[in-house]
């Protein structure tokens, strides 16, 4: 006589396995709110490092021609391509005033960081500051 046995294997029912996932999931869900912030700070070196590189050149031409330029290419910026365009820039570098005493260079994200509506925008002066006048 043939006898068929049944024996129990070990391992997880398809209830646990869907309790664990939806944890993670919420888990998730509460960590991802930080992880935004942090990575809009980490785009936003980008802005500051190519303002800061506007304000040099802007400060070499001044000393070279006794006023500040409104035109990137007159004193050396090239703006890299915008990630809009298949680069990897996520700000646009632009001059907004320029004139004998001062300048002022932006620099606008061609990207909505946080989905907001919003885009980031900071700005530098003759003096070198740079601050941030639209919060994304």
């Given amino acids: 006589m043939n006898k068929i046995s049944f024996t129990k294997e070990d391992g997880f029912s398809l209830t646990e396995v869907l309790v664990v996932i939806v944890i993670i999931g919420i888990l998730i ?3 991802l709110p930080r992880f935004t912030a942090v990575i809009t700070r980490a785009k936003t070196t ?20 006794d006023r500040y330029s409104d035109n990137l290419a007159e004193i050396g910026f090239e703006q890299a391509p915008l990630i809009t365009e298949g680069g990897e820039a996520r700000y646009k570098i632009e001059i907004i005033k320029a004139n004998i005493d001062n300048f002022i260079g932006r620099a606008t994200a061609v990207v909505d960081f946080d989905k907001d509506g919003s885009y980031n925008v900071w700005e530098v002066d003759e003096t070198g500051k740079i601050i941030q006048t639209v919060i994304d």
């Fill in 29 to 31: 869900l509460l960590a």
């Fill in 46 to 65: 980008e802005a500051k490092t190519m303002l800061r590189h506007l304000y040099t050149l802007e400060k070499a031409f001044y000393y070279e021609n």
